[in-house]
Nanobody, 121 residues
Framework: QLQLVESGGGLVQPGGSLRLSCAAS????????IGWFRQAPGKEREGVSC????????NYADSVKGRFTISRDNAKNTVYLQMNSLKPEDTAVYYC??????????????WGQGTQVTVSS
């Protein structure tokens, strides 16, 4: 059973940066594409970014293009989401998930517990 644990969330001022990590255990992360999702209060969970199992293909939601960068280190069983130029509207609980490639929730079978990101002055 694959288990995912997110870390790196916190409180940051607008314009600041955070790097989220998604660490896997129980099975090799290199078998899966990984997606990052977020859910703000009162809103549906939405896809933010995804990366193929090899790391060779990535995709981003329009709202984060040019600001967020996804990467992975399969040797460390970890996927990262570097978030720059953060905005208050980026405030949400961020989840990583493992499964097939894409930004849709249905692509993913395994989910982490989430990490809170708050962007506020």
């Amino acid at each position: 059973q694959l288990q995912l644990v997110e870390s790196g969330g916190g409180l940051v001022q607008p314009g600041g940066s955070l790097r989220l990590s998604c660490a896997a255990s129980g099975f090799g992360l290199n078998y899966y594409s990984i997606g990052w999702f977020r859910q703000a209060p009162g809103k549906e969970r939405e896809g933010v970014s995804c990366i193929s199992n090899s790391g060779g293909t990535t995709n981003y939601a329009d709202s984060v293009k040019g600001r967020f960068t996804i990467s992975r280190d399969n040797a460390k069983n970890t996927v990262y989401l570097q978030m720059n130029s953060l905005k208050p509207e980026d405030t949400a609980v961020y989840y990583c998930a493992a499964g097939s490639y894409g930004l849709g929730l249905r692509e993913y079978a395994y989910w982490g517990q989430g990490t809170q990101v708050t962007v506020s002055s």
